[in-house]
């Protein structure tokens, strides 16, 4: 049996911020919007989990959660963090698997709505940051229509979640000066152009790529990526079972072949500078570790 | 004279959360990689504080902070965050204004591995994520020459902050599927170029680029996007001083000439598919607000 300690663990923390936070003086850069208090008002906050940790949330997230009478949660957020919402507060699935919806998203949206006009304190809690990739606005769409108050609590994007477990950097000066955030598929299977990523300085950073990885492998390089450039895929970051693997951009495709469960991974792909002005692609050794 | 709670505030929710994630059994993807221990060992931690308001950092980033023998902190990591720190740490200013740099890069590099060197618990502290404009790899590097142990804590990047001070999203299905982190400038005074940027479905989310404003526009203009396609400047992110205008491409120029005073602030410069499918640049109101 699992055995947690109390939920309400990290109030005596928030309030002592609140106090503290009250006590600032004004003009302090300090800032916190608080959501609508009036008897009877709803309101929604889209908060970014942060992936993978239930500790790389935000301060500012983890009150919100604390504070919320239903919390909607996605897949990939730590389920740790569900444990410290209120005991009374409603939990509900909501997640996407790869082929496998919990919920069409139209759905979703309509939840949000409905628990916000009934008058409770919402959180839509999503893994990351949920203004990147994160289906947000089609929620705010459907909130902005309804005349239902909302905010959004930003979080750590799993491109920078990845990077740090990788101990690398998104951009690197006089290296990669430019970073892309990308996805390897988009909306009704149309395919990525990747003709227009393609420029020395540059870190792309492809989201939930790994069933993509031939279609990625074959876009990039066709768009004049070099062969050779450093790749680094990142598999379930900020979690215990992370793992970081290396290759070339050409080895990318039998790299996740081998490594069948991947998922969820981050593939950072660069074209450094130093690669360009070398006039070759460099030759990287092809590590593969864990 | 200001009065603030006394230091220890945050220790009790440290404490906690630590307990509570004692507790969790074996297999739980909650995770936290610890700094090295060993007496006499120094370890430099990266931390991203997040942008603007002390209440975005993450709760592994406090965390650090608070176990920091010393700080080396930037301009734009909100203050109200050294308070948080120990009361025997040392806190030392290394932050780089527009034409005034306190330090220069190579010397804050040296401090960190000296710091290190001597057995201390080192936090870099850094506005917004470490691995995104932040020169980290620069100062991996030299932690790396001087064998220096190190890791990342990551944060919100400034660019997720600005749009959910905005309450907008960087990303949206259908709309835009693509974000681009870029500078106004780059390295030595190079010029961006913005040609491979040029394609519809993508936001450019732009760092430090009010000054840069006119050659954005002309860049951007010039390699085809939209002269009439939305952008948002977002000034001081979630501090009580932010702001957010909206404005079109084309106007972006003389907004920022019109208020002066913007920096720190985020350009996003949306490109939408409906944009492109309607085949006619959009007309949005030029709203200024604030």
Same mark, same amino acid.
């Given at each position: 049996?699992?055995?947690?300690?109390?939920?309400?663990?990290?109030?005596?923390?928030?309030?002592?911020?609140?106090?503290?936070?009250?006590?600032?003086?004004?003009?302090?850069?300090?800032?916190?919007?608080?959501?609508?208090?009036?008897?009877?008002?709803?309101?929604?906050?889209?908060?970014?989990?942060?992936?993978?940790?239930?500790?790389?949330?935000?301060?500012?997230?983890?009150?919100?959660?604390? /504070?919320?009478?239903?919390?909607?949660?996605?897949?990939?957020?730590?389920?740790?963090?569900?444990?410290?919402?209120?005991?009374?507060?409603?939990?509900?699935?909501?997640?996407?698997?790869?082929?496998?919806?919990?919920?069409?998203?139209?759905?979703?949206?309509?939840?949000?709505?409905?628990?916000?006009?009934?008058?409770?304190?919402?959180?839509?809690?999503?893994?990351?940051?949920?203004?990147?990739?994160?289906?947000?606005?089609?929620?705010?769409?459907?909130?902005? /229509?309804?005349?239902?108050?909302?905010?959004?609590?930003?979080?750590?994007?799993?491109?920078?979640?990845?990077?740090?477990?990788?101990?690398?950097?998104?951009?690197?000066?006089?290296?990669?000066?430019?970073?892309?955030? /990308?996805?390897?598929?988009?909306?009704?299977?149309?395919?990525?152009?990747?003709?227009?990523?393609?420029?020395?300085?540059?870190?792309?950073?492809?989201?939930?790529?790994?069933?993509?990885?031939?279609?990625?492998?074959?876009?990039?390089?066709?768009?004049?990526?070099?062969?050779?450039?450093?790749?680094?895929?990142?598999?379930?970051?900020?979690?215990?079972?992370?793992?970081?693997?290396?290759?070339?951009?050409?080895?990318?495709?039998?790299?996740?072949?081998?490594?069948?469960?991947?998922?969820?991974?981050?593939?950072?792909?660069?074209?450094?500078?130093?690669?360009?002005?070398?006039?070759?692609?460099?030759?990287?050794?092809? /590590?593969?570790?864990?």
């Amino acid at each position: 049996m699992i055995t947690l300690a109390p939920k309400p663990l990290f109030t005596p923390l928030i309030l002592a911020f609140r106090a503290w936070q009250a006590r600032l003086p004004n003009g302090s850069t300090t800032h916190i919007a608080a959501p609508a208090k009036a008897a009877k008002q709803g309101f929604v906050s889209l908060v970014g989990a942060g992936p993978g940790s239930a500790d790389l949330i935000t301060l500012r997230g983890l009150e919100r959660l604390q /504070a919320a009478d239903v919390v909607y949660y996605d897949r990939l957020a730590d389920p740790a963090l569900l444990k410290r919402a209120r005991k009374t507060a409603r939990l509900i699935y909501v997640g996407k698997a790869p082929g496998c919806h919990a919920m069409p998203q139209a759905q979703i949206n309509a939840l949000l709505v409905q628990s916000a006009q009934a008058g409770q304190q919402v959180v839509r809690l999503k893994c990351g940051d949920p203004g990147i990739f994160g289906r947000g606005a089609e929620e705010a769409d459907a909130m902005n /229509a309804a005349g239902v108050a909302w905010d959004i609590v930003p979080g750590v994007t799993s491109a920078c979640a990845a990077a740090a477990s990788a101990r690398s950097f998104l951009t690197e000066r006089g290296q990669t000066e430019r970073l892309i955030l /990308a996805t390897g598929h988009l909306r009704h299977d149309g395919a990525q152009d990747w003709t227009t990523t393609a420029q020395a300085g540059t870190t792309l950073a492809c989201y939930m790529g790994v069933s993509q990885a031939a279609s990625i492998t074959q876009g990039l390089l066709g768009a004049g990526w070099p062969a050779a450039c450093a790749v680094q895929v990142i598999s379930k970051a900020q979690t215990r079972e992370e793992q970081v693997f290396h290759c070339r951009l050409d080895r990318l495709e039998a790299l996740c072949a081998q490594h069948p469960n991947l998922n969820p991974a981050i593939l950072l792909i660069r074209w450094t500078l130093t690669d360009a002005a070398s006039g070759v692609s460099p030759v990287h050794t092809i /590590a593969v570790s864990a």
